[in-house]
C-alpha cells in the first residue's frame, strides 16, 4: 500500500527523500510525490503519477527543490483513479499546508461538503486532500499548528498515517497515527518518519513505534510525541537488527528470486532458536499450562497466503491437539458474528504485521474474550503489539509482493507450535513427536537440494507460459498447498488458475478439464497416494496434461501416468509442504519470466494491504 517518508535535519531533503521512497516501492504503489518547505521558498511539490522514474525525470528537468524538511509518498489508489492531481503530496488551497496520508478517511464527504460550504476548492477526488484543506481551515482558529492539528484529528473518521509540512513552520513535521504504522528515526541532527523501516534503515536504526492516537512532532533537534490528550509520550526505542543489504536484490534478478533461495536459512532463523537438543521449545511465550489447557478451540485468523498457512496448519494442529480448528479469512471474520470465547486460541497469522482486514478481526477476538497469539514477521508491527503473545518468524524483510520466505516460514512456526503444544497438554504421540522434531532439524538442508536445480522449472516456463487457464489439485495437505500455488501464479503471471480438492472435481469442475489443460497434481501426502494417482488419471483420460508434484519414495506410483513427475525429499507429512511449496513458486516465477510480468510488484498489488 501507500508508502511515506518524512525528513528534517541539515542534508538536502529531496535525495533522503527518494531514494527512502525506492525502499518503499516495494509495496506497490501507482503514483509518486515529494513535498520540501524552506523560509526562502515556503512550500515546493512535485508529484505524478508513474513509477518513481516517472518523478526522477520530472525533477530532474526542474530547478531543484531545496530544503533540509520534506515528505515523501507512493500512492496506491482508493478514491480517485491514478493520475497526478491525485497523487500525494496533497496541497490546501491557500499553499500552507501540504500532507501526505496513508488509510482512508470515512467522512472526507461530509468534511470536504462543509469545507465546499465554506468556499474552499478542492483540486482532487481523494478522500486524503480533505485533510489538508481541514488544516488550513482550522488554521484561522489556531495560530499554532498543533493545536490545528488535534482539531483536524478530532474530525477523522477512518484510518491514517499523516504526515504535515506547513509553510508557516519550515523548521518541522508533524505527524499522526490511527490504524496505519508510522515510525519513528532518530538520528544525528536530524530525524526521519516512515511507514516502513525499509525506508530509513540506511540512516538510522534507532526507531520508535507510533501508537494509535499519537502525534508526533520532528524538528532537526530530535521528536516529540504526545498522546491524544495532548500529553508527552516516553516513547520506548528500538533497535533495527537486519542490515540493509536485506533489503536489496544482491545479485539476484529479482527479489521474489531471492526470497526463494532464501528460504532454507529463513528457516534456520525460525527453527533452531525453539528447537533444543531434540526439544521443542518456546521461551518467549506467557503462556502457562493452565491457560494452554483452558482452550476448547482454535481460530486461524489471516488473508491471502497467510490463510492459505492457516489451511495446512488447520490439518496439522488438529492432528496433534485433537481440537477443534477453525480457518477464517480475516476479511471475513468480524462480519460472520464468530463464536469467540474466553476459551478460544485465535492465532492471527501476518508477514507484515499490519494488514487491517487481520488486524480488525483481532480487535474483534479480544473483544469476545479471545486469547491471541500472533505469528508475525515484522517486528514491532501493529498486530504484534496488539496480540497477548507473539511468535516472530524471523524471515528477514520480504519486499517481493508475492509471498515466499514468509509463507514458509510461517508454516513452519505454526506446526511447531502446534506439535509443542500437544506435547505441554500430554496429547503429543511420543513417536510422532520425535520423528518431526527430527525432521525439522533437516528441513532447511532438503528445502536447499529442492532448490539446487531450477532446471526443470525454466523448462515447465518455457512450454506452459501461454496457457489460459491452470488447475491445481491435491488431497488433504496437497489441497492446501495447492491453494498456495494457485495464488502465487495468479498474483505474478495474472494467468487464471483454481485450485481444488482432487476429490471436489467430479463434483463440477472436470467439465472444464479437455484435450491440453495443464493441471498441476500435488500427490506428496503419501497416505492417500492412491487417490491422487486415480485422480491424476481421471484427468489425463480427459486429455489434461499432467505436472505432477511428489515425493521421492512415492514417485515410482506416478511412473508413466504424469506427463512431467517432480520429485522433492521426502519428510514427515506434517512438513512435506513446506518443500512442496518450493516447486510451485518456481513454476509461478518462471511462467511469470516468460510471460515478461513485472514480477517484483505485481499490477493492482500491494505488499501491505492497509485498506479494508
Ligand atoms: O502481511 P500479511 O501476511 O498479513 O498479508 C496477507 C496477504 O495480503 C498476503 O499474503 C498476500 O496474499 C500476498 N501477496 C501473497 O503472496
Known amino acids: 500500500m501507500c508508502g511515506i517518508v518524512g525528513y528534517t535535519g541539515n542534508a538536502p531533503a529531496v535525495p533522503v527523500l527518494l531514494e527512502g521512497l525506492e525502499h518503499l516501492e516495494y509495496r506497490g504503489y501507482d503514483s509518486a510525490g515529494v513535498a520540501v518547505v524552506s523560509r526562502d521558498k515556503g512550500l515546493q511539490i512535485q508529484k505524478c503519477k508513474g513509477r518513481l522514474r516517472t518523478l526522477r525525470e520530472k525533477l530532474d528537468s526542474l ?88 482539531a483536524v484529528l478530532d474530525r477523522l473518521e477512518g484510518a491514517y498515517a499523516l504526515v504535515i509540512l506547513c509553510a508557516d513552520r519550515p523548521d518541522m513535521l508533524i505527524a499522526a497515527r490511527k490504524d496505519a504504522p508510522l515510525l519513528l528515526g532518530y538520528g544525528d541532527g536530524e530525524s526521519f518518519i516512515a511507514s516502513d523501516a525499509t525506508a530509513i534503515i ?16 520532528l524538528t532537526r533537534a530530535g521528536i516529540q510525541v504526545f498522546d491524544q490528550y495532548r500529553r508527552p509520550v516516553e516513547k520506548e526505542h528500538h533497535t533495527i537488527e537486519w542490515d540493509v543489504s536485506a533489503a536489496e536484490k544482491g545479485g539476484y534478478p529479482h527479489f521474489m528470486f531471492k526470497e526463494i533461495m532464501e528460504q532454507p536459512e529463513a528457516l534456520r532463523q525460525t527453527i533452531s532458536p525453539r528447537l533444543k537438543g531434540g526439544e521443542l521449545c518456546f521461551d518467549e511465550l506467557p ?34 491437539l485433537r481440537l477443534p480448528v477453525e480457518v477464517c479469512l480475516a476479511s471475513e471474520f468480524r462480519y460472520s458474528a464468530p463464536l469467540v470465547d474466553e476459551r478460544s486460541l485465535v492465532i492471527v497469522i501476518s508477514q507484515s504485521g499490519e494488514t487491517l482486514d487481520s488486524m480488525a478481526a483481532l480487535r474483534e477476538a479480544k473483544g469476545l474474550g479471545g486469547y491471541i497469539l500472533a ?5 514491532g508491527s501493529s498486530i504484534a503489539r496488539e496480540a497477548d503473545a507473539v511468535l516472530y518468524t524471523w524471515a528477514g524483510p520480504e519486499i517481493a509482493v508475492a509471498t515466499t520466505k514468509a509463507y514458509s516460514t510461517q508454516l513452519a512456526l505454526l506446526t511447531m507450535f502446534g506439535l509443542w503444544m500437544a506435547k505441554r497438554l500430554g496429547r503429543a504421540d511420543g513417536a510422532d513427536y520425535a520423528a518431526v522434531t527430527a525432521e525439522l532439524e533437516l528441513l532447511p538442508g532438503k528445502l536447499e537440494k529442492v532448490l539446487a536445480d531450477t532446471g526443470i522449472y525454466q523448462y515447465l516456463g518455457s512450454q506452459y507460459f501461454s496457457r489460459d487457464c491452470v488447475f491445481f489439485i491435491g488431497r488433504n495437505l496437497d489441497y492446501a498447498l495447492g491453494l498456495e500455488g494457485s495464488l502465487k501464479l ?35 501426502y503419501g497416505a492417500l497416494i492412491d487417490k491422487a494417482v486415480s485422480n491424476i488419471v481421471e484427468v489425463r483420460s480427459r486429455g489434461a496434461e499432467v505436472v505432477a508434484l511428489t515425493t521421492e519414495s512415492l514417485a515410482g506410483k506416478l511412473e508413466g501416468i504424469a506427463t512431467y513427475t517432480i520429485a522433492i525429499p521426502d519428510t514427515h507429512p506434517a512438513l512435506q509442504p513446506n518443500l512442496g511449496v518450493a516447486p510451485l513458486q518456481l513454476f509461478a516465477y518462471y511462467i511469470a519470466l516468460q510471460r515478461g510480468c513485472d514480477i517484483d510488484k505485481p499490477k493492482n498489488l500491494a505488499k501491505s494491504v492497509t485498506v479494508e
Request: with cysteine.
Open 63 to 150: 530547478p531543484p527543490l531545496e530544503g533540509t524538511v520534506g515528505l515523501g509518498h507512493t500512492r496506491w489508489a482508493t478514491h480517485g483513479e491514478p493520475n497526478d492531481v491525485n497523487s500525494h503530496p496533497h496541497v490546501s488551497q491557500n499553499g500552507r499546508v501540504a500532507i501526505v496520508h496513508n488509510g482512508i478517511i470515512e467522512n472526507y464527504a461530509e468534511i470536504k461538503q462543509f469545507l465546499l460550504h465554506k468556499g474552499v476548492a478542492f483540486r482532487s477526488d481523494t478522500d486524503s486532500e480533505v485533510v489538508a484543506q481541514l488544516l488550513e481551515y482550522c488554521f484561522n482558529d489556531h495560530s499554532d499548528p498543533l493545536d490545528a492539528v488535534y
Open 202 to 217: 540506511a540512516h538510522t536504526r534507532d526507531v520508535a513505534y507510533m501508537e494509535d492516537g499519537e502525534v508526533a512532532v
Open 287 to 320: 503462556l502457562t499450562d493452565e491457560k494452554l489447557r483452558s482452550f476448547d478451540r482454535i481460530y486461524l485468523v489471516a488473508c491471502g497466503s497467510s490463510y492459505h498457512v492457516g489451511m495446512v496448519g488447520k490439518y496439522n494442529l488438529e492432528r496433534f
Open 375 to 379: 505469528i508475525v514477521n515484522v517486528v
Open 490 to 524: 495468479k498474483e505474478i503471471s495474472y494467468l487464471h488458475s483454481e485450485s481444488y480438492a482432487a476429490g471436489e472435481l467430479k463434483h463440477g469442475t472436470i467439465s472444464l478439464i479437455e484435450p491440453g489443460t495443464l493441471v498441476v497434481a500435488l500427490a506428496t
